[in-house]
């Protein structure tokens, strides 16, 4: 196909204009290799950074067609920022059409809802508990900044940033004295650890760590949840992730763990240096159960298999830098990221196969929830009913 007839597709695609017949060409453009690159240049100036709410939602057998076209049009020094289709409206934008049995969903919503069921469901925010070796608790959220307490030859304040930091005052500091850093639903921290190794902590998760590694061979903390980790190089001390089911070693890396208990699978995402992953209880490191990850891999461990894929590692830390990225993922994996930072429950009106639906989407963590629901509903798939702090899922009957 010529250049002009991509671009006379692309200028009535976006017009809303385009016949069945036009909007079954522009479908096979999107599907060609060589095509796409025709489109690249038709669509050059089409640059912006993906906005608060950007929704892609597929069902079918072809989704990883257009997925990957969509991922294509990153820019190889803009990794925040895709060749998308100029804006549409103010207000919205709707693009809806077909490609064999796959419905293909944009988005740019910018509604206010005055809905009261849902309104008062806000996204979460900056807080955690800091449990002391002594067993003394601290709400961080509403602590005052500075000094917060000293044990064992260690100073732990808050800085006007809001992040916990460790400093050792004593250079007997006794070693071994544990503290616990966790997050409730709706809930997200940073601290800065005594070796100054830097970890956020993302929602409904732990993290279990020394207040001070004097006199310590290991660098070791143990995590339930979900943390993304800046580790500082320290060749004669590893440092060591724990997991229920995993550990990670590493020397000096920039990598991400999430090991929710009510996930099926343990992934560990890497963005800079090495790590090695192996399943929990293995002194020895056999083929089978141990991976060796370079930057953007990762390694998915299952009860019965460990894995790695090759990925855009800057996916996995999108919660880290405020915004949810669904990678053509479940909508029932999707609900649980979203129940932890909303704080809500969901449930499944009598159709459990809901769960299974595939969605794409780049959302921002810190819009209301009603923003999100009514974005999905759009799809004309799903159904969302709120009472209270419940969230009832079903699927709209046609």
Do not use: C
Request: no cysteine; glycine share 6%.
């Amino acid at each position: 196909m010529k250049k002009e007839r991509i671009a006379y597709l692309y200028q009535r695609y976006q017009q809303h204009l385009a016949t069945p017949q036009e909007m079954a060409e522009w479908g096979s453009v999107l599907q060609d290799p060589q095509q796409k690159i025709l489109l690249d240049e038709v669509v050059d100036a089409s640059y912006y950074v993906i906005p608060e709410t950007e929704l892609i939602a597929m069902d079918g057998n072809r989704e990883a067609e257009i997925l990957n076209f969509i991922v294509s049009h990153r820019t190889p020094h803009r990794s925040r920022i895709l060749k998308m289709w100029p804006r549409f409206s103010i207000a919205a934008a709707i693009a809806i059409f077909m490609i064999g049995g796959m419905i293909f969903f944009v988005s740019r919503f910018r509604e206010h809802t005055n809905d009261p069921a849902v309104a008062h469901i806000l996204p979460g925010k900056e807080g955690a508990t800091l449990t002391l070796a002594n067993g003394r608790k601290i709400k961080l959220g509403n602590a005052a900044n500075g000094e917060l307490a000293r044990e064992s030859g260690v100073r732990i304040r808050k800085t006007a940033k809001g992040q916990i930091v460790y400093e050792v005052s004593d250079v007997n500091a006794v070693p071994g004295q544990m503290n616990t850093l966790t997050t409730a639903n709706g809930e997200t921290y940073m601290v800065l650890l005594p070796d100054k190794s830097k970890v956020w902590l993302n929602a409904a998760s732990e993290l279990k760590y020394p207040a001070s590694f004097a006199g310590i061979s290991k660098r070791m903390v143990q995590l339930d949840g979900e943390a993304y980790f800046e580790v500082v190089r320290d060749k004669a001390h590893p440092f060591i992730v724990q997991s229920a089911r995993q550990e990670v070693t590493v020397l000096g890396t920039h990598f991400d763990v999430n090991s929710y208990r009510d996930n099926e699978a343990v992934k560990t995402t890497l963005l800079e240096g090495r790590v090695a992953v192996r399943r929990s209880g293995i002194q020895t490191m056999p083929a089978a159960d141990s991976l060796i990850l370079k930057p953007d891999q990762q390694a998915i461990l299952t009860p019965n298999s460990i894995n790695e894929l090759d990925v855009e590692a800057s996916d996995a830390i999108a919660w880290k830098n405020g915004y949810f990225m669904f990678n053509n993922e479940e909508l029932g994996s999707i609900m649980k990221t979203l129940s932890r930072w909303y704080n809500t429950t969901i449930v499944y009106d009598d159709d459990e196969t809901l769960k299974h639906e595939l969605v794409f989407a780049k959302l921002s963590r810190y819009e209301n929830i009603s923003k999100i629901l009514k974005m999905m509903e759009r799809t004309d798939k799903l159904k969302f009913r709120v009472e209270g702090r419940t969230i009832t899922i079903s699927r709209i009957q046609k």
